[in-house]
């Protein structure tokens, strides 16, 4: 099974802060790679696909980079809307896996 | 715009099985692959398997033993079946879309608590 570690897993910032979130492969998965938004008591909500890909609505101070094994999503100007987790997902094999989460809480 | 939701019992006694059916509303059940992944209370998400609307299946390697997907495609719905189950599979459980067999996940239920307690 290919195995995926985010760091940090609890982030404090603040509004307007660059904040940046990283996911660790075990195994290369190529860029086959999304992160997902999760705010408490709802469903995760896709926000970069295929590693660097930005989901149709999503604002433009999300982005995503990285191949192989090490992938980082970043926030340039972090809002009041983003205090939420974040989780990293690969699809590239068969089997499917998340990261931990990382939360990003008020600082 | 596709909607899903869960629908089961929300309460399973331990060694029982778990079932839940999720409704596919707003698009074709036709040319995409179905979903289920997990959240137990306060810890992160754990996919549980894919089923494409043929039939074809592929589960996460540590649930493969006790885990069935079907789909019925025209009832537009898909299931989940949970053998044996245990405290351990109390969760939030979710069904979702993949577009395409190597593809995110696009589209979540709103989600079903199903709590494993005698």
């Known amino acids: 099974d290919i195995q995926m570690t985010q760091s940090p897993s609890t982030l404090s910032a603040s509004v307007g802060d660059r904040v940046m979130i990283t996911c660790r492969a075990s195994?290369?998965?190529?860029?086959?790679l999304a992160w997902y938004q999760q705010k408490p008591g709802k469903a995760p909500k896709l926000l970069i696909y295929k590693a660097s890909s930005l989901e149709d609505g999503v604002p433009s101070r999300f982005s995503g980079s990285g191949s192989g094994t090490e992938f980082t999503l970043t926030i340039s100007s972090l809002q009041p809307d983003d205090f939420a987790t974040y989780y990293c997902q690969q699809y590239n094999s068969d089997s499917q896996t998340f990261g931990h989460g990382t939360k990003v809480e008020v600082k | 715009q596709v909607q899903l939701q869960e629908s089961g019992p929300g309460l399973v006694k331990p060694s029982e099985t778990l079932s839940l059916t999720c409704n596919v509303s707003g698009d074709s059940i036709q040319s995409y692959y179905w979903s289920w992944i997990r959240q137990p209370p306060g810890k992160g998400l754990e996919w549980i398997g894919n089923?494409?609307?043929?039939?074809?299946?592929n589960y996460n390697p540590s649930l493969k033993s006790r885990v069935t997907m079907s789909v019925d495609a025209s009832k537009s719905q898909f299931s989940l079946k949970l053998s044996s189950v245990t405290a351990a599979d109390t969760a939030v459980y979710y069904c979702?879309?993949?577009?395409?067999?190597?593809?995110?996940?696009?589209?979540w239920g709103q989600g079903t608590l199903v709590t494993v307690s005698s």
């Open positions: 979702a879309r993949k577009i395409m067999a190597v593809g995110p996940i696009d589209s």
């Open positions: 089923i494409y609307y043929s039939g074809s299946t």
């Open positions: 195994q290369s998965i190529s860029t086959w």
